[in-house]
């Protein structure tokens, strides 16, 4: 008999869930589960006990997911470790069935499988779902186990009475997917506070070019703008990075690279559709060449140069003015030397934005390729807050800490 009909709440969609099948009966209820979560928009990957594979194969939780079901402590590659993989990719893991074995496994800290060795590498909050016997469901070694995990932060979902494989009728079901999704949602809630927003970033310095080996560009990093995408989406954001730098792959990121504003404000009239909020961190340059020459201007034939510069349109501004973008939050950021306040309100009216970071770029602590971060943050209502020293990823978290009360949708 298949999982009730329910529906995956919206906290839980585009979450990346790893869900962990031991060998219990119920098996064959969580591809309904993985299937549900899979058509919801999560991407869900399944690592599988040997003996869950003797209830259910597999390719039927390839079918239902899109991803093979990892069965063995070594990848089809060789690597040694696609259990670190897993748990460094999941955003929530839900073990189910989780049966009195497993259950006594993970609390003793076993790793002879790739269900419990994921278990040990995952960073992410941890849910696990019981299913057995009644009888096994009562023994004090199986309640003492879970008071353990309890003890460590997992989230139990209470089975369920009612007839089990075995003939009896008692506690010990498969809890149903209602509370099973109450349950998931209870653990990411506090983690995943962006879940189901899709957030566009931006970093890095634009690049105009001048002949096609030279550039007008500027000292910024890009670390930034790197922090906010990395930041939303860990906390369950979908992330667009729009960037003219390089940076480090991060899951849940994905990253458009681009080199000039042209090309910055064109991707981003693109993957704003649809979107709740961009962080607008890139440095788009002021100034680009009025021309650029198609061939490298040489030194030997070209005794003295001269670049005449034009205006670049202002991105934001521009972007504030496509009603059809209204929907979407729009936060600048303001590099100054001075007057932080003054500057950034200025600066957000004339942008059409609804939020600004000022931050002093003529502080060497905090300044341009710093890991560290300072400023302010001034919204279009009025409200102000001292953003105080703090490494990028820090100050990325505050500003998303600031930023999501004031969303509106």
């Known amino acids: 008999m298949p999982l009730d009909p329910t529906p995956v709440p919206d906290e839980l969609r585009g979450l990346r869930v790893a869900l962990l099948v031991s060998g219990g009966i119920a098996a064959y209820k969580v591809v309904d589960l993985a299937s549900a979560l899979n058509q919801a928009g999560c991407e869900v990957r399944v690592a599988m006990t040997p003996s869950a594979m003797r209830f259910v194969g597999a390719p039927t939780f390839q079918g239902v997911t899109g991803n093979a079901a990892l069965t063995g402590l070594w990848a089809a590659d060789g690597s040694p470790e696609p259990h670190v993989a897993l748990g460094d990719w999941a955003q929530l893991i839900l073990v189910a069935p989780a049966t009195a074995n497993v259950i006594g496994r993970i609390a003793s800290g076993r790793s002879d499988d790739i269900v419990t060795a994921t278990l040990l590498a995952a960073r992410c909050p941890v849910i696990v779902a019981p299913a057995m016997n009644d009888a096994m469901w009562s023994k004090p070694a199986v309640q003492d186990n879970l008071a353990t995990l309890r003890r460590r932060g997992v989230t139990l979902v209470e089975p369920e009475s009612g007839h089990l494989a075995s003939g009896h009728v008692g506690t010990g079901r498969l809890a149903g997917a209602q509370a099973i999704f109450n349950a998931m949602v209870h653990a990411a809630r506090s983690r995943y506070d962006f879940a189901g927003r899709r957030v566009v970033v931006t970093a890095g310095g634009t690049r105009e070019p001048i002949d096609p080996v030279r550039f007008i560009s500027n000292y910024s990093s890009g670390k930034m703008g790197f ?152 919204f279009a209502d009025g409200s102000r807050y001292e953003l105080e020293k703090a490494t990028k990823r820090e100050m990325a978290d505050r500003i998303l800490d600031l930023v999501l009360p004031k969303l509106t949708r």
């Open 227 to 378: 922090a906010l995408a990395a930041a939303a989406a860990d906390r369950g954001a979908r992330v667009m990075l729009v960037t003219a730098a390089s940076h480090p792959p991060h899951h849940g990121v994905e990253v458009q690279r681009v080199d000039t504003g042209r090309e910055m404000l064109a991707e981003l009239r693109s993957q704003l559709r649809g979107a709740d909020v961009l962080l607008m961190a890139a440095a788009v340059g002021d100034f680009r060449p009025a021309a650029t020459a198609k061939r490298k201007i040489r030194r030997e034939e070209t005794p003295s140069l001269t670049l005449q510069l034009e205006p670049m349109p202002d991105l934001v501004a521009s972007l504030a003015s496509d009603e059809s973008l209204a929907g979407v939050f729009r936060v600048g950021f303001a590099a100054e030397d001075s007057d932080l306040d003054a500057k950034g309100v200025e600066k957000l009216r004339r942008k059409g934005l609804h939020a600004i970071v000022a931050n002093d770029v003529s502080r060497r602590d905090i300044g341009f390729g710093s890991d560290y971060n300072a400023g302010v943050l001034l």
